[in-house]
């Protein structure tokens, strides 16, 4: 029986939910193997009892995954049409044995059902396939533009897997100037909290743990080691701590700020130095090996949670650093589109700043 599209797309919010972790892509991929499906019962109806695709490689990559069905479903329709034209041309309710179809043997005496099929798949298909494209469309942007509360924490499980990572939509492109702050809490001092990746350089901007008493930090791939001796062991505790790091282009001014301490100052880093206009790509919990193809493995932050981060365009000096700010200049958490949360990071709400 032939099920419509449209309502195998509430279907799917019904079954499989639309929840924190569930990303547009993966929703994307359930549609096509449903519509896979529908084409393959066609297929048999029309075949004597061929057209069997073969079980899909669950190994492959969600991108794969989604180019696969793509051809699949393709080659299924074009396989359903020759088979209606085939019947069309030897009779629907005669079978001639000594003819052969140009890609399927076709079932003798399909009759109305065949042409019901057709109707179905065919005549509707693009009305329908309008209505699943308009109702993701609205459900992305509702997604995309729904409040989320600034007390929401991700916690990073106990696995350096890349597939668990922070995608806000956040971009640093022509700043000469930046202040970082966050919340963190671990019981692991290495792994990266934040990389920023462009189309020109690589680590653009990172925010790297790399040991009990030292941070590393890259501007424009240009990196240096941050060291906190008045905190020699005490952010692995597993507690929360405010990091923050402040950087500007005049005088190459750097800082690292712990709890509201200045633990590290420098200057002449990246002196006279603008972040590249190109594109850019922001993530929490990985570090980039290249502008959007991937992250380096073995290089996540793990066993530890994050929450209130908040950038500025701007150097803030140790007066101007609060223990819970409120707001940002540019980026402020809890305000404008939610992050997209992949893998295994689950979600509590807890103030880290009381």
């Known amino acids: 029986m032939f099920v419509p599209y449209i309502i195998l797309f509430f279907l799917l919010i019904q079954n499989f939910g639309i929840g924190e972790t569930t990303t547009f892509e993966e929703l994307e991929l359930q549609l096509l193997n449903s519509q896979i499906e529908i084409l393959e019962g066609a297929l048999k109806t029309c075949l004597d009892g061929k057209g069997f695709i073969g079980k899909r490689d669950i190994h492959l990559s969600l991108k794969s995954q989604t180019k696969v069905a793509n051809t699949k479903l393709k080659q299924l329709q074009t396989e359903l049409t020759n088979c209606y034209k ?164 005049v005088g190459g001014l750097l800082t690292l700020y712990v709890d509201q301490n200045s633990t590290f100052h420098t200057t002449n880093h990246k002196t006279g130095y603008k972040i590249s206009q190109n594109p850019g790509d922001m993530i929490f919990g990985q570090k980039h090996s290249m502008f959007s193809s991937g992250f380096v493995s073995g290089q996540g932050f793990i066993s530890g949670s994050m929450t209130d981060v908040y950038i500025w365009d701007s150097y803030l000096t140790l007066s101007d650093i609060k223990k819970c700010p409120q707001s940002a200049s540019l980026y402020s958490w809890g305000s404008g589109p939610k992050p997209l949360v992949y893998g295994d990071i689950t979600t509590t709400y807890e103030n880290a700043c009381p």
């Open 86 to 249: 085939w019947n069309k041309t030897i009779g629907l309710t005669s079978c001639e044995q000594d003819k052969t179809p140009p890609t399927c043997t076709c079932k003798c005496g399909c009759g109305d059902e065949l042409q019901n099929l057709k109707t179905a798949l065919l005549n509707k298909e693009n009305e329908q396939l309008k209505a699943i494209t308009s109702s993701l469309a609205n459900l992305k942007h509702e997604l995309l533009h729904q409040e989320w509360d600034k007390h929401i924490v991700y916690q990073f499980p106990n696995q350096r897997q890349v597939t668990n990572y922070i995608k806000p939509n956040w971009s640093l492109a022509g700043l000469t100037a930046l202040t970082v702050c966050m919340q963190v809490k671990t019981v692991n001092l290495f792994g990266s909290l934040l990389s920023y990746s462009t189309t020109r350089n690589e680590n653009e901007v990172q925010i790297y743990y790399f040991g009990t008493h030292r941070m590393y930090l890259v501007i424009g791939n240009s990196g240096i080691s941050l060291s906190y001796p008045i905190y020699p062991n005490k952010l692995g505790d597993g507690d929360w701590h405010q990091l923050c790091v402040a950087w500007k282009s």
